[in-house]
């Protein structure tokens, strides 16, 4: 007989990944492979069985060759001539948060489930963060 996870089975853990000096893309291959539990061992692709994930430094993330220059954010805001560009240093500057919940996001499942997971990560530009209580309770752990 095939063995189902059941939500009330679910254990949440909390990790702390300390993002500064990292490859913006090392780092958020794994935060999203934290966020789907595919490092657990009840891992199922149908269920939620992910973790809640803490970056910290967000603000302190690089990127290989040129790509704080050539990097390019875009979104339209559905007005016609709406569409808004920022490169990736820019983006850096003002939203230091961002880059990285954009390409997290863009790893995850793009359903109710991936908009679960997403709501479990919790990015913070500087190294203090208002998850102490949670984390103290489980597993610290740092991308490395």
Do not use: C
């Not at 208002?130 to 489980?138: D, F, L, N, S």
Request: no cysteine; glycine share 10%; charged share 25%.
């Amino acid at each position: 007989m095939t063995y189902s996870v059941k939500a009330s089975e679910v254990k949440r853990r909390w990790f702390v990944i300390d993002a500064s000096g990292k490859t913006l893309g090392r780092v958020a291959t794994e935060v999203a492979k934290l966020l789907e539990g595919k490092h657990k061992t009840m891992y199922s692709p149908h269920a939620d069985v992910g973790d809640f994930v803490v970056v910290i430094n967000a603000a302190k993330i690089r990127v290989t060759g040129k790509k704080t220059e050539d990097k390019i954010y875009r979104h339209h805001t559905n007005y016609p001539g709406g569409l808004k560009s920022m490169a990736f240093g820019d983006m850096l500057a003002r939203h230091p948060t961002r880059p990285i919940e954009i390409a997290v996001k863009g790893m995850l499942p793009h359903n109710s489930r991936g908009r679960a997971m997403a709501r479990r990560l919790k990015v913070y530009a500087g190294s203090t963060h208002p998850h102490e209580a949670q984390v103290k309770g489980t597993t610290e752990a740092s991308s490395g």
